[in-house]
């Protein structure tokens, strides 16, 4: 029976062998460029934003149409009991206008509308460059919250390996200890020290891993990935990242360059033009309207074209008028207020974007020194462990800090990418 399980065994573990090479090469790998590329393909930010432009769009080529005339056609026919028109002749009852026919096409052209026209349309081209700007700011956003998905797992990535080779040491620490203790050469205590650490770092295991899953998860679904297994492709070598010194920009310089500043800029743009058309609305409209008309009320055909022209002039609408203009003229200022003080802090939001930049960059680097300070340290203290001279939580201290020292350089790592990312927004890039 033995024998039988042995050969089950085996069996089981062959063929666990050969399905778990399918069962990683099922998980497709995607590097940055390919995240945020599906994501702005993808993600319902980006969607809306492209919609918004696309009702922008035909607003504007319905403030075109303003310009051409507005051509309606009219049909009336009646039928009644007895004539709308009756009178007496000489003794006897007329009766006219019993049954009939009435229609004609007409058009009325705008002359002068206070330029209502001309500023709604050059409004409507201000909301259409707004939406574009919008549209920009939205994939900016996204590329920012897919950078910040995607290094959290790359971090949490690098965590694991982290605990991998942690766990590598405890067990070689583990297996020496047992060792020991057996000969007679040290108490049990120590054994139950590393057992405790053993069992902490399985636990660890177990939360990053779970961690991991849920930021997979959620990089899937910000990128409209149809697969529900992926993963990253890139891994942090312990190397330090170049100076970001050349991605340096004046703040005056890449002010001009934002969206957020030209968003602004817009504002006061659509503010001035509704102030312009506050005041058309006040002035004297004039257009020319003309028609071919048909009636048929008499029994008889009566074709005739009609023409003429339109002034109206809004001679009690001033005094409500005028307020609006006061109250559009405000809004202006206010706009052009916002846009001043909004421009200080974009430069404020540079500065410190760079500061943070520049602060994760030196982080990474002193994060990178901690790592090799750890290691010699816990090859000391392992050398030292053996020969006698430190004791086992002396070495559980020191593998304790290399942990720290390296999951502290990734996570310096990830903050330093994001943080670029940051920066090159800010500064219109």
């Known amino acids: ?9 085996r ?4 063929l666990a062998l050969l399905v778990l090479p399918f069962a990683v090469s099922a998980q497709t790998k995607y590097t940055l460029d390919e995240c945020i590329e599906m994501a702005l393909q993808n993600n319902v930010r980006t969607k809306n934003a492209a919609n918004d432009l696309r009702m922008a769009e035909q607003q504007q080529r319905s403030a075109f149409t303003r310009y051409f005339p507005s051509v309606s056609a009219t049909g009336v026919g009646f039928l009644a009991d007895k004539g709308l028109l009756e009178m007496d002749m000489g003794g006897q009852r007329m009766s006219l206008l019993k049954n009939g026919v009435m229609g004609g096409v007409s058009a009325t052209m705008p002359v002068f509308a206070g330029g209502q026209i001309v500023q709604g349309n ?3 081209k201000v909301n259409v460059e707004v939406s574009r700007l919008r549209r920009r700011q939205s994939e900016d956003e996204v590329r920012l919250t897919v950078e910040q998905y995607f290094w959290q797992v790359v971090m949490l990535k690098e965590k694991l390996r982290t605990l991998d080779a942690v766990q590598a040491q405890l067990e070689r620490i583990h297996q020496d200890v047992e060792a020991a203790v057996a000969a007679g050469v040290t108490n049990r205590n120590d054994l139950l020290q590393v057992q405790l650490r053993r069992n902490e770092t ?4 177990l939360s990053v891993k779970n961690a991991l899953g849920v930021s997979l998860s959620l ?10 297994s992926i993963d990253v492709a890139l891994s942090l070598g312990g190397t330090l990242p170049p100076n970001p ?8 310089a890449a002010l001009m360059l934002t969206t957020e500043y030209h968003l602004l800029d817009k504002q006061v743009d659509a503010n001035r033009l509704q102030y312009r058309m506050a005041v058309g609305r006040n002035l004297p409209t004039v257009a020319l309207g003309g028609g071919y008309m048909y009636d048929n009320l008499m029994d008889r055909d009566h074709p005739f074209w009609i023409g003429g022209v339109t002034v109206s002039i ?11 203009i006061k109250r559009q003229r405000l809004q202006l200022r206010n706009a052009e207020n916002q846009r001043d003080d909004q421009r200080q802090l974009l430069l404020i939001r540079m500065t410190n974007t760079w500061n943070a930049l520049t602060d994760a960059w030196q982080q990474v680097g002193i994060a990178l020194e901690s790592i090799a300070q750890a290691d010699e340290n816990l090859r000391l203290q392992t050398d030292y462990y053996h020969a006698g001279t430190c004791t086992m939580s002396d070495l559980l201290e020191a593998q304790s800090l290399y942990q720290q020292s390296r999951d502290k350089y990734v996570e310096s790592y990830a903050q330093y990418e994001v943080k670029k990312r940051e ?7």
Not at 11 to 14: A, D, K, R, V
Not at 219 to 228: K, M, P, R, V
Not at 423 to 428: D, E, M, N, R, S
């Open 1 to 9: 029976m033995n024998r039988l399980q042995n050969k089950a065994y």
């Open 122 to 124: 050059k409004l409507a």
């Open 245 to 252: 010194d050349y991605l340096y920009r004046s703040p005056q």
């Open 423 to 429: 920066y090159l927004q800010a500064t219109g890039r």
């Open 11 to 14: 069996l089981f573990g062959t």
């Open 202 to 205: 399985r636990s660890n295991t």
């Open 314 to 324: 809004p001679l009690s609408g001033w005094w409500g008028g005028s307020h609006d």
């Open 219 to 228: 990089l899937t679904q910000y990128i409209g990935c149809a697969s529900d």
